[in-house]
């Protein structure tokens, strides 16, 4: 485990050092967003009672957001609006039922949601780009990269669709869909109900068991 960084004060916007991660896992229901920045800064904003509550943590290159009574959520714990801005994000996890805004990324990257909130990049520039989900939340992605990598194991959907790949392995075993946009081969395997449908030019390699379809084209 790690060390809570403190609050910068009480209120109802707070700051919190936190420096020298590349990921960032939301484990509560908070709604963060992350900005690309030379500095690293972190702000909380919201009701001071859901803010006493935020357990803010760097774990081996992790932001990890959570909440100090263990994660627990309140009924009245509407989460906190967190703005976080940060040179370079490898990794982005919600494990929670929150939701985590990516401005831009770059590089290779990793986004999965093993909760209900969801991931939304809006311009990535990416190497390996990999996209999973375990859970109910959704990932959505646009921009470019080399290689995408998409796995479902639940009923989310990743919507690629704005992203295009090079080339692709998708794996779904779930009811998740999935859809993208790849311009070479794509290895596609369908355990379950989830279809995946890849347009831009789609070489597709098919290996389906039950009732999920892949359409390339």
Known sequence: ?????????????????????????????DDVDVKMGSAFSFTAEGDPKVLDQLDIQVVNGTLKIKRKDGGKMFSHDDGARIHIVMPRLSTAAVSGSGNLTVERAEGDVSA??????????????????????????????????????????????????????????????????MRGVVKGGAAVSIVGSGDVTLTGGAKCAVNTIGSGEANCS
Not at 1 to 20: L, N
Not at 123 to 132: R, Y
Not at 142 to 163: F, N, R
Request: no cysteine; hydrophobic share 35%; aromatic share 2%.
């Open 112 to 177: 999965s949601v093993s909760g209900s909130g969801n991931i939304d990049i809006a311009d990535l520039k990416g190497g390996m780009t990999t996209l999973s989900i375990a859970g109910s939340g959704n990932v959505t992605a646009k921009g470019v990269s080399e290689k995408l990598a998409a796995s479902i194991a639940g009923s989310g959907d990743i919507d690629a669709g704005g992203l295009t790949a090079n080339s692709a392995e998708v794996s779904i075993a779930g009811s998740g869909d």
């Open 1 to 29: 485990g790690g060390t809570s960084i403190p609050a910068s004060g009480p209120g109802a916007t707070r700051t919190y050092a936190a420096t020298g991660f590349t990921g960032v896992d939301v484990g509560g229901s």
